[in-house]
């Protein structure tokens, strides 16, 4: 039986995979094109340099993502019959002040409420008499269903079980986070290698050896990773992220390659 996981880990995951896949692909195109120059220090640096601005950079990009989310997400959770409710409720002391008109409003949004019910129209307007015969009958009903939605409309915004939660700080930290481990593994190998040759296919490894075991072990992690979980789909999760970091990859060295071959024959 799986396990069901925390939204904060769904949550960091998410946030450290797109920094990790970005820290992997782009870090280790710049040191690949670099490697053709022949210098080892020359790669650390730049390689090194790229760290530090991806990293900030990614960072800043997803505090400010995950803030926006903030507004947007409470401006979601407010419909319509919410704000008839404030409209018509904006002097809730004064009860017996409340006019015609806010009568047919609260009726008309109580026979709305009775809708997913299904019921028959007689039954509807029966319920509707019963209520308008009663003192304060409608008003009463309003009221609660203000109360009740106001108070669902809490507790989704603070973060449901369907609702991953939303932490700008932290967000933006996790990219970051993921950023920096993705990019120094690429980098790793040129400060050991005797050659830069040697380290650029050190590098090679390391890269789709990370994406592989990290795509494997995400999704071990977020399906709970009891016995019986199906080990052939978290390695086919791990292929799939190896193939498409291998891409970006390869893309990238690709641009540099062209472009260095131009300067060539520029020259």
């Not at 904060?8 to 490697?35: H, K, Q, Y």
């Not at 019959?81 to 009726?107: F, P, T, W």
């Not at 973060?159 to 930290?173: C, E, I, M, R």
Request: glycine letters at 10%; hydrophobic letters at 40%; one cysteine or more.
């Amino acid at each position: 039986m799986t396990k069901s996981r925390s939204p904060l880990l769904i949550r960091f995951l998410s946030d450290f995979t797109l920094g990790f896949s970005d820290g992997l692909t782009v870090p280790f195109a710049l040191t690949a094109g670099l490697s053709s120059l022949g210098r080892t220090d020359t790669v650390i640096y730049a390689g090194l340099a790229e760290l530090c601005a991806g990293s900030i950079s990614m960072g800043i990009g997803g505090y400010l993502s995950a803030k926006d989310e903030l507004p947007s997400t409470t401006a979601e959770n407010q419909d319509g019959d919410e704000e008839e409710l404030k409209g018509m409720l904006r002097y809730e002391g004064e009860r017996e002040s409340i006019d015609e008109k806010n009568k047919e409003a609260q009726e008309m949004l109580v026979r709305r409420h009775l809708e997913p019910l299904a019921l028959p129209g007689w039954m509807v307007t029966d319920i509707v008499s019963t209520l308008k015969d009663r003192p304060e009958g409608l008003y009463d009903v309003v009221r609660q269903l203000n109360s009740s939605r106001a108070a669902f409309s809490v507790e989704e915004t603070s973060g449901g079980a369907d609702q991953l939660p939303v932490w700008p700080l932290a967000s933006g930290l996790s990219i970051s986070l993921g950023y920096v481990i993705g990019g120094t593994i690429p980098l790793l190998p040129y400060f050991f290698a005797s050659t830069v040759g040697l380290g650029l296919r050190w590098s090679i490894a390391l890269c789709l050896v990370a994406l592989m075991s990290f795509g494997a072990g995400k999704s071990w992690l977020l399906r709970g990773g009891d016995a019986s979980s199906s080990w052939m789909r978290c390695i086919w999760e791990g292929v799939q992220m190896l193939i498409l970091g291998s891409l970006a990859a390869l893309a990238s060295v690709v641009c540099v390659t062209l472009l260095g071959a131009s300067e060539e024959m520029k020259r």
